[in-house]
T-cell receptor, first 112, second 109 residues
Framework: NAGVTQTPKFQVLKTGQSMTLQCAQD?????MSWYRQDPGMGLRLIHY???????DQGEVPNGYNVSRSTTEDFPLRLLSAAPSQTSVYFC???????????FGNGTRLTVT | GQSLEQPSEVTAVEGAIVQINCTYQ??????LSWYQQHDGGAPTFLSY????GLEETGRFSSFLSRSDSYGYLLLQELQMKDSASYFC??????????FGSGTRLQVQP
């Protein structure tokens, strides 16, 4: 049972480059979300989705795009990477609004 | 918007009891969750309170007072492996949680 799978685990980008962080879940969860975590801080919500074809912005959406074409996948795109986007990114899924979040293992991104 | 306050750091000794408090300000409150995160790891779910009162799961308990916008996580019989960061998070019905900044618990021998 894979749960939530994030790739890559580590990534280094130069300023201005674009990339996509992948997230897939095999639990048939409707709800998926992306968070970023900076050192010594909590998780801040970037974007979330309540089902295929439906996405919405979180607290810190600027510089990121998402799409949800299938229930399983929720990729996060960095349009033009900036040093301020250096962070650990976590994808999570859940079956309902009040159910526990299942997190992936994270992607550690450095932008130079 | 939502805001959550929790202490940044707590230190306790093995075998002791520790309480981590969380106060929140939010609209459309549905419940309060707690997550544990070890260094370098992903957050994992500990407990959820939708109603006032105490929920117990083994050595961990969580309490909620909706009228006071306050909750706490109680860890009993502390073990070294409990050293981690603990996050409270509010459910607001938007179907994505808002997290506090976390409390780093250090358990000393």
């Amino acid at each position: 049972n894979a749960g939530v799978t994030q790739t890559p685990k580590f990534q280094v980008l130069k300023t201005g480059q674009s990339m996509t962080l992948q997230c897939a879940q095999d639990m048939n969860h409707e709800y998926m979300s992306w968070y970023r975590q900076d050192p010594g801080m909590g998780l801040r919500l970037i974007h979330y989705s309540v089902g295929a074809g439906i996405t919405d912005q979180g607290e810190v959406p600027n510089g990121y795009n998402v799409s949800r074409s299938t229930t399983e996948d929720f990729p996060l795109r960095l349009l033009s990477a900036a040093p301020s986007q250096t962070s650990v990114y976590f994808c999570a899924s859940t079956k309902s609004a009040n159910s526990p979040l299942h997190f992936g293992n994270g992607t550690r991104l450095t932008v130079t | 918007g939502q805001s959550l306050e929790q202490p940044s750091e707590v230190t306790a000794v093995e075998g002791a009891i520790v309480q981590i408090n969380c106060t929140y300000q939010t609209s459309g409150f549905y419940g309060l969750s707690w997550y544990q995160q070890h260094d370098g790891g992903a957050p994992t779910f500990l407990s959820y309170n939708a109603l006032d009162g105490l929920e117990e799961t083994g050595r961990f308990s969580s309490f909620l007072s909706r009228s006071d916008s306050y909750g706490y996580l109680l860890l009993q019989e502390l073990q070294m492996k409990d050293s981690a960061s603990y996050f409270c998070a509010v459910h607001t019905g938007r179907r994505a949680l808002t997290f506090g900044s976390g409390t780093r618990l250090q358990v000393q021998p």
